[in-house]
């Protein structure tokens, strides 16, 4: 019978955001695969655990995630862990629990501390609906097309970013979405130099024009906001004065009744239409 590759989410900080739980699937595994083994290894010291540890990141996943699969196929539990948050969340897993539901191997989470969900939760935006982007690309023709997937976008958006490609991100969202947009900079999540700056895409870059950004980001942005309904105009206000008129109202009845369906006063409709009358 096949193992189980356990997800356990780690600190983004905070080592007191390790779950009991995480600590115990740690314990219990027959080894761990780790996206930095010499990051692993530190926080496995810290709890006092000691596991064998192999290495599962972006440049060796192919031939590593098969080794693993390999593991499981022959009844070993392994728990996978990114350097920080939860595994397969703009981390390296995603590809390794494609791998184990095809072949039919159970996957667990042992869910804890993520980036993207503490920032949104925190950010004063709405969190009715949203989109994680991940990173913005990078590559120039797909950073186009990503970026002008955002324009449009309603719902929240949820960004993550290095501290030094944080102003050409906000310079290139700025094109996209304006410099107005409202944003949250949720900087150094459940570490000692936490924040949320809550601003505005210009605010935050000018901001940074005079100090560099410093630490871990994530940018939850505001969706666009609804068009307003354009206003009527003047003119179909009229109409709706004759339409009155031609149920048989009086003017001014015809213009009070309108004013109640357009917001427009009964007395401006009443003397619109009196001189519409006047120039037929
Ligand atoms: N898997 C991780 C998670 O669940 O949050 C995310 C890993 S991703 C490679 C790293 C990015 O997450 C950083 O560039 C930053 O945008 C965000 N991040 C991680 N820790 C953070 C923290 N303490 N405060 C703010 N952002 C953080």
Known sequence: ???????????????????????????????????????????LNHFGIKKPL??????????SGEKIVERLKNGENVALVSDAGMPAISDPGEDLVRLCARENIQVLTI????????ALAVSG??????????????????RAAHLESLKNEKRTMIIYEAPHKLMATLTDLKETLGGDRELS???????????????????ALELYSSIPPKGEY???VKGREEAEEPEMTLEQALSRVDFYRNEGKSLKQAAKLASEDTGYSKNELYNAALEKDRQT
């Open 1 to 43: 019978m096949s193992g189980t590759l356990y997800l356990v989410a780690t600190p983004i900080g905070n080592l007191g955001d390790f779950s009991p739980r995480a600590v115990e699937t740690l314990q219990s595994v027959d080894f761990i695969a780790a996206e930095d083994t010499r990051v692993t290894v530190k926080l």
């Open 54 to 63: 192999i290495s599962y990141f972006e440049h060796n996943r192919v031939q």
């Open 111 to 118: 869910p804890g501390p993520c980036a993207a969900v503490s």
């Open 125 to 142: 935006q709405s969190t009715q609906r949203f989109t994680f982007e991940g990173f913005i690309c990078t590559a120039g023709k797909n």
């Open 185 to 203: 900079l949720c900087r150094e999540i459940t570490k000692i130099h936490e924040e949320v700056i809550r601003t505005t895409i210009n605010g």
């Open 218 to 220: 994530v940018l939850v």
